[in-house]
């Protein structure tokens, strides 16, 4: 230890033997047979061949079936996707007019269909984000709101009160339920935002880096409270944090910034697998060079 | 254990001195400080002169039964301007029932259905162009549509005239809250299902209704004390109004009218209607900063 300063921990991958670092593959190591009919199975079948802002293309060849109840966590450099593709499933893209080659198959049905409505849709596809962003009004308001918009027919009282124990806030609030949702705590409020995304029930939970504006203990809190709700939820996690991902989620998809595209740069889904198996034993060699630190 | 040994491998550094020495750029800097402090005093010098002696000369001539006479004639005694009150605050009313709900509604339509586009950029330039209009075109352009078409000069004309001045000021007011308001708000309610104008109405809106307080009372405190418009619109009248078809008072036409008077009466109710629309428009103000600063 006292040789040099820095001291390096070994990293996972860094086991491989020579042998498979030798059979690694440069490039992307997923495909999927256009043939076959969408994926009923899993929560998500993701088909985009291309995803386009405008004119300018910022994703390629994502192609993933989202396993139900389970945490999958997308991983990679800035700017290569990740948040993009987040968005797809709950078609929350809006820079400007957005095209999507390939579908997103949910039960089945096409979410970039004619017929869909994306009021629906996000009523099944709820969404936590970066900053916490609760609303100006009270903590019950917050929590009741997305009930209120879609015309919920039930308790409204006991349905909060039920989304907001799942987020493990009851506790915290409930002695003021009435108090603006901006007195909380920043790790209070992003709870407070996973009760208000899971009031409605969604299926499927996106969390575009819930943690990146907590401290510590908050993030934890969150992460706990991950692994409880994907026995209710599936949960897609965007994370710039390795170890957030091996310790939340079941399954990791790395997407990597391809710079040399004749389009220019373009994010891509490079390997998606079961998290222990990305994080020690890569396919890609695109994969084993992020993980070693070596690109980006 | 580290720290202590590596701390003996540094070489000494020379002493550093803090203490303070006069110098040209020292003393340059005060002088400068001292000029911008003049400057500003210099600045403020006409408002504080204006208030004090609107304030000075119309306390010395005001009396309370002012607020609630009807003006005199020609060489008279007695007599107030309590008919212009109700027809400033008549005017100010209809102008702002017309621009509030109109301005707001385009700034929302800029900022939540057609951000970026050609539109979007075309209303918000013509707006700003619209803010500088003189304030004597709306009045002649509202006494060509209105008081042309309606054969008689009138309270609607006069808050219509008004409302034109208004418009554009609540417009690039109100666009610059909702812009303000961040987007992970509308992300978030969205996110949740919602339509843009549900979005618009229970979250964006509410959420910078302070600002937009805000700029409709400044377009209001600005549109209260108008003469120009008023002029071509609503010009004068001697008597209480009973409807918004028949022409009326106001404050600043009353003060028109009489500060140019031979008569001492008709001066004393002049520099009194001063007193009482400043302290208008300063309310107005004082307000619309309580409110702003209460968020």
């Given amino acids: 230890m006292s040789e040099s300063a820095v001291t390096h921990q070994k990293r996972d991958v860094e086991n491989m033997s020579d042998a498979s670092v ?4 440069e490039g992307p190591v997923l495909e999927y047979d256009k043939s076959k009919p969408p994926c009923t199975e899993s929560a998500f079948d993701t088909r985009i061949e291309r995803f386009y802002y405008g004119k300018s293309k910022a994703l390629k060849h994502v192609y993933v079936k989202i396993p139900r109840g389970k945490i999958t966590a997308f991983i990679g450099p800035s700017g290569c996707g990740k948040s993009t593709t987040l968005r797809c499933y709950n078609r929350l893209n809006h820079e400007g007019h957005t095209t999507v080659d390939g579908g997103v198959y949910l039960d089945g049905k096409d979410i970039y269909a004619k017929s869909v409505s994306k009021r629906l849709l996000r009523y099944h596809v709820g969404m936590v984000f970066q900053q916490p962003n609760p609303f100006h009004f009270s903590i019950y308001d917050n929590v009741a709101y997305p009930l209120k918009l879609n015309g919920y027919q039930g308790s409204i009282p006991d349905r909060v009160e039920e989304s907001i124990r799942s987020a493990n806030l009851w506790d915290e609030v409930k002695d003021k339920l009435q108090d603006s949702g901006l007195s909380l705590s920043g790790g209070q409020q992003q709870r407070l935002c996973i009760a208000r995304a899971v009031a409605t029930k969604p ?19 969150v992460e706990e409270l991950m692994a409880e709700l994907k026995k209710k939820f599936t949960i897609i996690v965007v994370t710039h944090n390795m170890e957030q991902a091996k310790r939340a989620a079941d399954l990791v998809a790395y997407f990597y910034v391809d710079r040399e595209d004749p389009d220019g740069a373009c994010g891509q889904l490079v390997e998606f697998g079961e ?22 | 254990m580290s720290q202590t040994t590596t701390s003996s491998h540094l070489d000494p550094l020379p002493p550093i001195d803090l203490e303070s020495k006069t110098s040209f750029r020292g003393s340059f800097s005060t002088g400068m400080d001292i000029l911008v402090a003049l400057l500003t005093i210099l600045a403020t010098v006409p408002l504080f002169s204006l208030l004090y002696m609107v304030i000075y000369k119309g ?5 309370f039964d002012m607020l ?16 212009a009150i109700v027809g400033t605050l008549a005017l100010v009313a209809i102008a702002a029932a017309v621009s509030v709900p109109l301005g707001i509604l385009t700034a929302v339509f800029l900022t939540e259905y057609a951000r970026g586009s050609k539109i979007a950029q075309g209303i918000r330039f013509a707006s700003k162009i619209l803010s500088g209009l003189p304030s004597i075109l709306a009045g002649v352009f509202i006494y060509a549509v209105v008081v ?36 992970t708000l509308r992300d978030a309610s969205t996110g949740l299902g919602a339509t843009t104008s ?14 937009l307080i805000t700029g409709v009372m400044l377009a209001v405190a600005r549109a209260a004390g108008e003469t120009a418009p008023v002029m071509f619109t609503a010009l004068f009248s001697d008597y209480w109004i009973s409807s918004l078809f028949e022409q009326t008072a106001s404050l600043s036409m009353i003060i028109y009218n009489f500060a140019g008077m031979p008569f001492e009466n008709m001066l004393d109710i002049a520099w009194s209607a001063s007193l009482v629309l400043i302290l208008l428009v300063l309310a107005t103000n004082i307000v619309s900063h309580l409110i702003a600063a209460r968020k």
């Fill in chain 1, 22 to 25: 030798a059979n690694l593959i």
């Fill in chain 1, 203 to 221: 299926r499927i939970l996106l969390m575009d880096e819930p943690c990146s504006a907590l401290d510590p203990i908050s993030t934890l809190k």
């Fill in chain 1, 275 to 296: 998290t222990m198996q990305v994080m020690t034993n890569p396919k890609s060699a695109y994969t084993y060079r992020y993980l070693t630190g070596r690109a980006a």
């Fill in chain 2, 59 to 63: 306390l010395s001539r005001f009396r």
């Fill in chain 2, 68 to 83: 609630w006479e009807l003006p005199p004639g020609a060489g008279m005694e007695g007599g107030g301007f309590g008919n």
């Fill in chain 2, 148 to 183: 042309l078409a309606l054969g008689s000069f009138s309270v609607l004309a006069g808050g219509l005239a008004l409302a034109v001045l208004m418009l554009p000021i609540i417009v690039l007011s109100a666009e610059e809250a909702l812009l303000r308001v961040p987007r």
């Fill in chain 2, 198 to 211: 549900q979005t618009v109405l229970r979250v964006t809106l509410p959420a910078c209704a302070p600002s």
